[in-house]
Each structure stands twice: as C-alpha cells, then as structure tokens.
C-alpha cells in the first residue's frame, strides 16, 4: 500500500467517524458488562459464538473458518466464530457496518487508525481492556510484564488500553529485519555477460545502468532492457535507499532519530535534493523505467518476472525474481562524499489494533479468553506464519513432536507472502526473539535476508535509534493527519515532476516554503513530543 493510500484510508475512517458517534452513549461504562459465561475453561462443555468482522486477502478462504488454522481453535476452544469476512474495501465497510449500529462482538485484523480507536473508545463503541487482560489473559499479561515497552505502546494517552496488539520480534535494535525495507537487487547475470564489476559508488552504478541500457545484456537483440524500475512512493518497492549515498537518506515516514534524540525531517535538506538531482541524470539518459511513477504491483511484478531488470527494490527478491542466483543484494554505495550510508526505516514488528472488542459483547471473559489464547506462544507463530498438518495445501511448518516446536518447511518455490495470505490467521499474536530456536525456527527466507542485511546494510546504518509507534493524542493524531494528508502526496509529486523534467533549482525555496505553508514545524514538534514522552517513560 503506497503512502497516498494510506493517507486515504485514515481520511476515510476519520469522516466517517462522524456518523459513528449516534452508536455510544458516551457513558464509559461499557467495559463492565459481561452478561454470558463466567469461570471459562476451554474446551466450553458446550459450544458458544461470537460475532467478528475481519478482513482477509482475496486469495484466501471466503469463510476463515474454512482454514485449518481457525478449525483447530474452534475444536480447541469450542467457540464458534461467526465472521463478516471483507476481502476488499474493509476500511470503508467497516466504518459502514459501525454507523448502522449493528455492531459484531469484535473486530478482528481491525485496521484502525489511533484516531479511529479514540474515538471509538470515546463514543463507546469500543470498550476498554485493561481489566480484562489483569483478569483473564495471561499470556499477553506476562509479555507485557516481561516487555514493558509493548505495554507502553498499547496504552492510549488516557491511560487506558483499548485494542490488542500484533507483535513480531526478528532480531533486535538495529539488526532488527525492519531496519531496511527497499532493498536494492541487481542482475548480476548481466554484470557477468557485460563483463562489468559490481558497482560500489553512485557514478558507478550509473555507468552500469548505462550498459545494461546499450549493450543488450539479456543478448536477445531487443531493446526490451529496464535499467532500474521502482514503484513511485510504494515503501518496500521505492528507491528512497539509494538516498543515503548522499547524506541523510530518506525512509516512508521523512523521519529520522539521531543519535541525540532529535527528530530530523528528511525531505528539505540540500543531501534530498542532489539525491534527486542525481535520479533526473539517470531520467534524463534514459535509465529509469517508463512506468515507474504510475505502474501498480502487478505491473511491476510482471516485469520482474520476465528478468527485464537490471535493479529494482522490494523486500526481498524471491516475490518479484525468485530465489535464483541472477540477482544479488546491491551494496552500499559511496556517494559523492565518499561516505556510506543507510537511513534506517522506523520499521517495527508491531501494530496495536489488531483486535477490537465493542460495546455490543456480552460476553466478555469468553472473548477475553479467546484472544489470549493467540498470544500462547505455539498458536501466535501459526497466527502469523500459517498451520501445519494441511492435507490439502502447502504447509509452512511440521510440527516436532517431540520438541513441541513448529520447524519452517522449505518454500519450494513458492512466494512466502502468497503462501501466508492462504494459511495465516494474521490477527492478535506475539512471535518474539526468544522463541527462535524453541519454539520455532526462523523462517529460511527471513533469515536469508537478516544475513545478507548484516553482510551489506548493517554495518553503514548509523542511527541508534527509532521513532516508534508512539499513541498520540486524538487532537494530535488528527492534526497529523490532516498535514500528512497533504504534504506527503505533495512531496512524492514534486519528487517525480523533478526526476523526470529537472528544474529542481528553479522551484526548490518555494517547495520549502509549501512545506513550511502545510505545517511541517508543527508536525515535527508533535513528534517530537510524542517521542520524548515515550522514551522518558522507558528510561
């Protein structure tokens, strides 16, 4: 999902936020009902339901409970789950199915914005969590016991909880797997047929891309080369790495923490616009995909499945090339400066509105109970990963009896994504680092990527630091978005009228003075607020 996106699916839950008030009484006493069952132990004696909304992947099951993974719950559990199942549109079908009234017992994968939670919890649409996690659950009790920050991160500014989170540990501080997502993939298959070394500075690979552009390295006769191909401002498929061979670099949210604990926009220092400059030079000559500032996944993925380029970023190259030895990771590259750089992503395993329960639930021990069992530690790594013991389709795990560990099976070609999107739960979970080794394995693919980031990106990464997830307020949230809203399409727009017709020079103050127009100090400052609150309760 690209920035813009995203930005629209907040603009969209926010307005639709105004009709959603006539569903609460604005009472706050909503999280102390509980009219069903008392004293649950699973398996129920006799079988119970619960109400979910959720979304899915269209290439999944219709019914999540034709998955085996929510089969085995059911049995486990003896609770029913009765879905309203969304494969499309979820954001805005949520939000209409919220206005009706009709509201289910909860909502699952729920999607919501910090604003949209707020204000939920303010108009009693949702209820608060807190007791129920001291009373009911403790397994997400004892992680958040044993890490405080994920407490801390679940907890609104009016110190209450009001959703259950998604966490996923894989490897820690800066060797953490989100610390890069557009990993640079270059045809070293071409390299070799071109006879050319691997490009270790920014003019150099320049003059790469160049070859691959004149000199038919694929050695069909055609000129159906695509030097370097991205997808404009689509995070994982972006080119923002290569930013970092000239200073500062650039990551999805335009924001950096330095090693003092000071916020630092991106996209309005003098290292942004000659990283700009330098993309115009290699538009300019021809080598930047045609398409890149409007192709969506599926083009992009059609081309690199046919290896027509010569670089290109995504996560990993196994979505988008395959697991072949025709692509390797593109090192960090020197820019003009002589230095190496890689701004660090504020990437972090972690979102806390996976799970939602609202006023109309009767039953909340039942339901608390429920989603404390997707944070026990065997089920969470199903929860994210998928199942074992399908008989009908490709499994992500075997399970070790003996050990009673989940052991990652090969992909054997197959796209991890697509596979997790068919098997997954996704939903409330908690994988972290220590069940690595004992209560599962690392995923072959993830931990492919963790070397080869340890190899090339690691060691050029100079930030300590993140800025996390931080719960604003509803007034700052909103305040956010509204500027996001506006200065980030504004950014990326600028960013591709440059690339392609330069004049970067001619329009640069008066960029500044936009951005500086849209309210960029006040972000900043509520960022930087919200930061520092947040690392003083850590310290």
């Known amino acids: 999902m690209t920035i813009r996106k995203m930005i629209g699916t907040i603009l969209i839950s926010s307005t639709a936020l105004l009709t959603l008030t006539a569903c609460g009484n604005g009472s706050g006493k909503a999280a102390t009902k509980d009219l069903g069952l008392e004293n649950i132990e699973f398996p129920l004696k006799e079988e119970a339901s619960l109400k979910f909304m959720t979304q899915s992947s269209p290439i999944s099951p219709q019914d999540p409970n034709e998955k085996l993974i929510f089969k085995r719950l059911e049995k486990d559990t003896g609770v029913h789950i009765d879905w309203t199942n969304y494969q499309a549109d979820f954001g805005e079908k949520r939000n209409l199915d919220i206005s009706s009234g009709d509201l289910p017992d909860a909502i699952f994968n729920a999607a919501a914005g910090d604003y949209d939670l707020l204000s939920w919890a303010k108009n009693d649409i949702i209820v608060p969590v807190d007791e129920l996690v001291d009373q009911y659950m403790p397994n997400l009790k004892k992680i958040y016991e044993e890490h405080p920050e994920y407490k801390e991160l679940s907890t609104a500014p ?240 075997e399970f070790d009896k003996e050990n009673k560990m989940l052991k990652h099976l090969p992909l054997e070609g197959t796209a991890p994504g697509e596979l997790r999107q068919k098997t997954e739960a996704a939903g409330p979970l908690a994988v972290l680092d220590e069940y690595y080794g004992t209560v599962t394995t690392m995923p072959e693919d993830a931990k492919w990527r963790l070397d080869l980031m340890k190899e090339t990106y690691l060691p050029y990464v100079n930030n300590d630091n993140i800025f996390p997830r931080v719960f604003l307020s509803q007034e700052d949230t909103d305040r956010i978005s509204k500027i996001d809203a506006d200065m980030q399409d504004y950014i990326y727009r600028k960013r591709a009228e440059w690339i392609t017709n330069g004049k970067i020079d001619d329009d640069w103050d008066d960029y500044l003075a936009e951005l500086e127009r849209m309210g960029l100090t006040e972000w900043l400052d509520i960022k930087q607020k919200g930061y520092d609150e947040f690392t003083k309760k850590q310290s």
């Open 158 to 397: 009016d110190g209450k909880m009001y959703s259950f989170p998604w966490i996923e540990e894989l490897g820690a501080g800066k060797e953490s797997i989100h610390t890069v997502s557009d990993m640079a993939w270059i045809n070293v298959e071409w390299l070799d047929n071109l006879d050319l070394e691997m490009p270790e500075t920014t003019n150099e690979l320049m003059e790469v891309l160049e070859a691959f552009k004149t000199q038919d390295p694929n050695g069909n006769g055609k000129d159906d080369e695509i030097p370097l191909s991205f997808i404009n401002g689509a995070g994982n498929e972006d080119m923002k790495l290569l930013f970092g061979a000239f200073g500062i670099g650039d990551n999805d949210d335009r924001l950096v923490v330095d090693n003092d604990g000071k916020l630092d926009f991106t996209a309005d220092n003098p290292e942004y616009k000659e990283a700009v400059t330098y993309f115009n030079e290699m538009q300019t000559k021809g080598l930047i995909d045609k398409e890149a500032f409007e192709q969506d996944w599926n083009t992009f993925l059609a081309k690199g499945k046919d290896e027509r380029y010569g670089v290109y970023f995504s996560w990993d190259k196994g979505n988008i090339t395959g697991m072949n030895d025709k692509y390797d990771v593109l090192p960090v590259l020197a820019g003009p400066t002589g230095e190496k750089h890689v701004a660090r992503t504020n990437g972090m395993g972690f979102s806390r509105d996976r799970f939602v329960i609202t006023s109309a639930n009767e039953n909340l021990e039942l339901t608390a109970k429920w989603v404390d069992k997707m944070y026990e530690p065997l089920q969470s790594v199903q929860n994210n990963w998928g199942t074992y013991g399908d008989e009908e389709q490709q499994n992500i795990f």
